[in-house]
Nanobody, 120 residues
Framework: QVQLVESGGGLVQAGGSLRLSCAAS????????MAWYRQAPGKQRELVAV???????NYADFVKGRFAISSDNAKNTVYLQMSSLNPEDTAVYYC??????????????WGQGTQVTVSS
């Protein structure tokens, strides 16, 4: 089993910044990729950013230039630095990990989510 624990959410004013962290632990042989998703009230969950093991990154158009995803492979941790936040960024942010376990299967895991609220 693999557990993902997120931290760093909270309330921030428009134009402000927040940094989210997500640490993975458990029966991990290798993390193939980690990502951040978000879900606003009444909306579907959407991809925000993804980083692969070789540190290739990809971003949703609505965060390009404002958010930055990074990882620390030694710590099995992914970060999301969010800047120039606006009220439309308000959502629950979820960490996702594509993990190869000791049984050599690749499985998908989700964190419990962390609330980000941006006030105008």
């Amino acid at each position: 089993q693999v557990q993902l624990v997120e931290s760093g959410g909270g309330l921030v004013q428009a134009g402000g910044s927040l940094r989210l962290s997500c640490a993975a632990s458990g029966t991990i042989l290798r993390i193939n990729a980690m990502a951040w998703y978000r879900q606003a009230p009444g909306k579907q969950r959407e991809l925000v950013a993804v980083i692969t093991r070789d540190e290739s990154t990809n971003y949703a158009d609505f965060v390009k230039g404002r958010f930055a995803i990074s990882s620390d492979n030694a710590k099995n941790t992914v970060y999301l630095q969010m800047s120039s936040l606006n009220p439309e960024d308000t959502a629950v942010y979820y960490c996702n990990a594509d993990v190869r376990g000791w049984d050599l299967r690749d499985l998908d895991y989700w964190g419990q989510g962390t609330q980000v609220t941006v006030s105008s």
